[in-house]
């Protein structure tokens, strides 16, 4: 059952959009979390507890021990080959046809948004479900298998890695260079499941509302963008999405 609050943020927010014709989504943990997937720490239980995020996610961890970092992402990627995008997913899928420009920013890894239908998603953290060569960073060609104890080897005889940007690295300056151009082309950032902690992509909404935008948060809780958001709605993503897409295909019909 949707609360007054909720439905009054939920209607303003549709209006918004239904003045808008381009549009930006960024989204954050919060979105894959209603589909089951942990997030990174919470992900080290058990075994893996023992170990820091330098040990598992930095390309030194890799360099000392590239068995046990292949290991941690190879039983991360079963679940979360495992996992089905929930409805908030394809919500926003729906929606993207009823705007000119439709740009998912995600820094989740685990490709949920493509497998529920959207089209134009920049991962910028990248995909747990693709592998790159460790000394030369290109991608996996041909097949390579993910359930092994030992990194696979890539065709010039380095091993492969996770295609996820680890922590010290740069993201992708070509994905950074198109969510820019998509800020400042757009009307509407839609801000779904995201602390509002973790930069760059912490700073698209501040660029945004900068730039004039209107800014619309989707997030159970207060975050550090709360202040600067146009619309606050305080909702799960799956919820809210699910709702916001029906009251944006209402109210245009």
Not at 1 to 23: F, H, I, K, N, S
Not at 71 to 83: D, F, K, P, S, V
Request: charged share 25%; hydrophobic share 40%.
């Amino acid at each position: 059952m949707t609360d007054t609050r909720m439905e009054e943020a939920l209607g303003l927010a549709a209006q918004l959009l239904l003045a808008a014709r381009d549009v930006v989504v960024t989204t954050g943990a919060g979105m894959s979390k209603e589909s089951g997937i942990a997030t990174f720490r919470d992900a080290q239980t058990g075994l893996w507890a023992r170990y820091n995020p330098e040990e598992l996610a930095t390309r030194r961890g890799f360099e000392k021990d590239p068995a046990l970092v292949w290991t941690w992402y190879a039983e991360r990627r079963a679940l979360i080959e495992r996992a089905e995008p929930h409805e908030g997913y394809r919500a926003l899928a729906a929606m993207e046809a009823r705007f000119d420009s439709f740009v998912v920013l995600t820094q989740n890894i685990d490709g949920l948004h493509a497998a529920a239908g959207s089209s134009d998603v920049i991962e910028l953290h990248g995909n747990i479900r693709r592998a790159k060569c460790f000394d030369s960073n290109h991608p996996a060609s041909g097949a390579w298998t993910t359930s092994v104890d030992t990194p696979p080897r890539c065709e010039c005889g380095s091993y492969l890695r996770p295609d996820v940007v680890w922590f010290g690295e740069m993201l992708d300056p070509a994905h950074l260079d198109r969510a820019a151009e998509a800020i400042d082309g757009c009307d509407v950032m839609l801000v779904v499941g995201t602390s509002g902690l973790v930069y760059p992509a912490a700073g698209f909404p501040e660029a945004a509302k900068h730039a004039g935008k209107m800014v619309i948060e989707i997030n159970p809780e207060p975050t550090p963008l709360s202040t600067m958001a146009d619309v606050s709605v305080r909702s799960g993503a799956r919820d809210a999405l699910s709702e916001l897409a029906q009251l944006v295909a209402r109210l245009r019909s």
